[in-house]
């Protein structure tokens, strides 16, 4: 193998695909990038069994061939070069890197030893909008958790209806739904559960890219891929290992009515919340409380050894009742707080039903996202 690249493209190819790398102890090959050609393309891979990246970045072509390199050692050389054309050759085993006055050599393995990473057989794809579909995911991919008991919410489901894709993810105390309506009808309707870690990397990969990213997907595995504008190339893939199971019936959890509506300032309640924290003790815990014959919510929290809090903050209060009473509801004020910063929109629609009953966080007057916390029983 012999090509010609420029340092900026393959650097930003590396810092993509090396994300994945260097922290498999059994199978040590699994650290390394595997550099390959394709037609007038460098080809960069790297997978850690789960999940596989490929990168492609245009290259002058003078030697096809292929090689698997450490990823830590490539990248950390490569980020240190001069803004340059790179000349990078393989013999032996062995990566040759020249760039002006720098020259380095890299000890490789064999490629043919280096896993191979599936395609999907079924070339049928969704179309979605990278930013819009990544925004989504990063609304609920924090509350979904690693449980071996319950594999199946350990990842994001998604769920592919022809005009909407619905993602949720809960970890059993609480649950964030996002939809996303598409402005044409897709033609492919799926279910799966993403794991956590590969939806961390599509966001990462993915959310800053403009116009629109293609999922394809088989009964085990999922891949999206991001196009070259220009050439309309495949510039990154992430395909993953889907998460086995059936995931639970959620839509039975998320409250169809509610006691009492607080529609408020998201920040002004999530600095309350916040300022309650401190005094909230080993338990987490705050109270909520609205009153029927008083104005706005208050947010409490006391400590024997610490002291107390008792904030106030302005809301419209709507009561789904005949006879409206003195509600307090004790929350882990960390679920609140996860819920807050995951709603984008100035105002925020609180529900509560009663000590026990399952709360709700909406953005104000935008029915496609929803929080649900349960509250903590008071004993």
């Given at each position: 193998?012999?090509?010609?690249?420029?340092?900026?493209?393959?650097?930003?190819?590396?810092?993509?695909?090396?994300?994945?790398?260097g922290?498999?102890?059994?199978?040590?090959?699994?650290?390394?990038?595997?550099?390959?050609?394709?037609?007038?393309?460098?080809?960069?891979?790297?997978?850690?069994?789960?999940?596989?990246?490929?990168?492609?970045?245009?290259?002058?072509?003078?030697?096809?061939?292929?090689?698997?390199?450490?990823?830590?050692?490539?990248?950390?050389?490569?980020?240190?070069?001069?803004?340059?054309?790179?000349?990078?050759?393989?013999?032996?085993?062995?990566?040759?890197?020249?760039?002006?006055?720098?020259?380095?050599?890299?000890?490789?393995?064999?490629?043919?030893?280096?896993?191979?990473?599936?395609?999907?057989?079924?070339k049928?794809?969704?179309?979605?909008?990278?930013?819009?579909?990544?925004?989504?995911?990063?609304?609920?991919?924090?509350?979904?958790?690693?449980?071996?008991?319950?594999?199946?919410?350990?990842?994001?489901?998604?769920?592919?209806?022809?005009?909407?894709?619905q993602?949720?993810?809960?970890?059993?105390?609480?649950?964030?739904?996002?939809t996303?309506y598409?402005?044409?009808?897709?033609?492919?309707?799926?279910?799966?559960?993403?794991?956590?870690?590969?939806?961390?990397?599509?966001?990462?990969?993915?959310?800053?890219?403009?116009?629109?990213?293609?999922?394809?997907?088989?009964?085990?595995?999922?891949?999206?891929?991001?196009?070259?504008?220009?050439?309309?190339?495949?510039?990154?893939?992430?395909?993953?290992?889907?998460?086995e199971?059936?995931?639970?019936?959620?839509?039975?959890?998320?409250?169809?009515?509610?006691?009492?509506?607080?529609?408020?300032?998201?920040?002004?309640?999530?600095?309350?919340?916040?300022?309650?924290?401190?005094?909230?003790?080993?338990?987490?815990?705050?109270?909520?409380?609205?009153?029927?014959?008083?104005?706005?919510?208050?947010?409490?929290?006391?400590?024997?050894?610490?002291?107390?809090?008792?904030?106030?903050?302005?809301?419209?209060?709507?009561?789904?009742?005949?006879?409206?009473?003195?509600?307090?509801?004790?929350?882990?004020?960390?679920?609140?707080?996860?819920?807050?910063?995951?709603?984008?929109?100035?105002?925020?629609?609180?529900?509560l039903?009663?000590?026990?009953?399952?709360?709700?966080?909406?953005?104000?007057?935008?029915?496609?996202?929803?929080?649900?916390?349960?509250?903590?029983?008071?004993?």
């Amino acid at each position: 193998m012999k090509i010609i690249i420029l340092k900026e493209n393959l650097n930003n190819g590396l810092n993509i695909i090396s994300r994945i790398t260097g922290k498999n102890l059994t199978l040590p090959i699994l650290n390394n990038i595997l550099l390959s050609t394709d037609g007038n393309f460098l080809n960069l891979s790297s997978t850690d069994l789960e999940l596989g990246i490929k990168y492609w970045s245009l290259a002058k072509i003078e030697k096809e061939g292929k090689i698997t390199v450490p990823a830590k050692i490539l990248t950390s050389f490569i980020n240190l070069l001069p803004n340059k054309k790179l000349t990078i050759e393989e013999k032996n085993q062995t990566l040759y890197i020249d760039c002006e006055n720098h020259k380095t050599q890299i000890k490789g393995l064999d490629a043919q030893d280096y896993p191979i990473i599936p395609s999907i057989e079924d070339k049928t794809f969704v179309e979605l909008d990278a930013a819009v579909f990544c925004e989504g995911i990063s609304q609920v991919v924090d509350f979904s958790t690693s449980n071996q008991a319950r594999p199946e919410i350990s990842g994001v489901y998604l769920n592919f209806q022809k005009d909407r894709v619905q993602m949720a993810a809960t970890d059993s105390f609480r649950l964030a739904e996002k939809t996303i309506y598409f402005k044409e009808k897709i033609n492919k309707e799926c279910s799966f559960i993403l794991p956590q870690k590969a939806a961390r990397e599509i966001i990462n990969i993915l959310l800053e890219q403009s116009g629109k990213i293609k999922m394809y997907s088989s009964p085990s595995q999922v891949l999206f891929e991001y196009s070259m504008s220009e050439t309309n190339h495949p510039q990154v893939q992430i395909i993953s290992r889907l998460v086995e199971g059936d995931y639970p019936d959620y839509q039975g959890i998320i409250p169809k009515k509610y006691e009492a509506q607080v529609v408020l300032n998201k920040n002004e309640f999530l600095n309350q919340v916040k300022t309650a924290s401190i005094f909230s003790g080993k338990g987490n815990e705050v109270k909520i409380k609205i009153d029927p014959k008083k104005e706005g919510m208050e947010i409490l929290s006391q400590n024997p050894e610490l002291g107390e809090s008792k904030g106030v903050v302005e809301g419209e209060i709507k009561y789904n009742t005949e006879k409206p009473k003195e509600m307090e509801v004790n929350f882990n004020y960390r679920f609140l707080v996860d819920g807050l910063m995951n709603i984008k929109s100035q105002r925020v629609s609180f529900e509560l039903n009663g000590e026990e009953g399952p709360a709700a966080l909406r953005p104000a007057g935008d029915a496609n996202y929803i929080y649900v916390v349960m509250p903590i029983k008071s004993t």
